[in-house]
């Protein structure tokens, strides 16, 4: 989304700019601070990308009057620091959840958890963030290794056709490589259930198609994990559009990262199946409480 720099938003902008990222990374992700800053080369690139980020804002404000907000890790940051409950209250949901994670794998992933945290803060590029991706990769192994029987494997699983799977585990004795794949929405476009599952199965064909193109011999045992974002409760009228994928068992059931508010108005964040939510959403007064 194009950010017009009207005057208050250049005085947010330039007094953002003073802040120190190593300070704010501590401030709001003090788990993820902790866990990276054994690490100077980790440190030095979050810093480099920080200021990456301000000299890319500054340049397009000075040619366009305008610069284009992509919710990075760095954003969520600036707005917390301007008041903003919801940015504070997602970033100490990233924090927890990276957390549960170390808490619950060895030495060696450990690493590879800490270099996923890493990347989430770091990725972006002039187009878009990838922070979300990263995140989702975080909550998605938070969720399984919840469940008994699960373990993880590994971070990042390189194919014989180059592409990568996000992680491996093992569950009942069996290795089953995992996807996470993040779908954006829009419900005010969806026109039926039908319409929302053709675009549901265009989309989630393409990305199957995209890992498994060129890929000898057998197909491995793969898992892919829709991760939807959106607002969950206009989502009510459409939800018979996820029948059709039950009984695929290499998609596992939609989850989602759901923003609402409780009855005191507080922001809240959690993670879980869309078939949970949905249950929820019908239960709430829908004027007290927004997913």
Not at 183 to 194: C, D, T, V
Request: charged fraction near 30%.
């Amino acid at each position: 989304m194009a950010l017009r720099a009207t005057a208050q938003l250049r005085i947010r902008f330039q007094r953002n700019k003073m802040n120190e990222p190593v300070e704010l990374l501590r401030h709001y992700l003090p788990t993820i601070y902790d866990v990276l800053s054994p690490s100077t080369k980790m440190i030095s690139d979050i810093s480099s990308k920080y200021y990456e980020r301000i000299k890319n804002i500054d340049a397009a404000i000075k040619t366009k009057g305008e610069f284009t907000s992509e919710k990075v890790i760095y954003d969520l940051w600036w707005d917390t620091n301007e008041g903003d409950q919801a940015s504070l209250t997602f970033l100490t949901f990233i924090d927890n959840t990276a957390k549960s994670v170390l808490e619950k794998v060895d030495s060696t992933l450990r690493r590879q958890i800490i270099t996923l945290c890493h990347k989430m803060i770091i990725n972006f590029n002039d187009s878009q963030s990838q922070y979300t991706n990263f995140f989702a990769e975080l909550a998605v192994i938070n969720k399984l290794l919840s469940d008994e029987g699960i373990k993880l494997l590994q971070v990042e699983k390189i194919m014989p056709n180059g592409k990568r799977f996000d992680f491996e585990i093992r569950k009942d004795g069996k290795e089953t490589l995992v996807e996470v794949y993040n779908i954006n929405f829009n419900y005010e476009r969806i026109e039926s259930s039908e319409n929302f599952k053709k675009f549901l199965e265009t989309r989630i064909t393409d990305k199957l198609n995209s890992k498994l193109q060129e890929l000898p011999g057998m197909f491995p045992s793969f898992l892919l994990v829709p991760v939807l974002w959106g607002n969950i409760l206009g989502l009510d009228q459409f939800a018979d559009a996820f029948i059709f994928f039950k009984d695929f068992n290499f998609i596992s059931k939609f989850m989602m990262i759901a923003e609402y508010k409780n009855l005191e108005g507080r922001y809240l964040y959690d993670f879980g199946t869309v078939e949970n939510f949905l249950k929820r959403a019908k239960e709430i007064n829908k004027e007290t409480m927004k997913i």
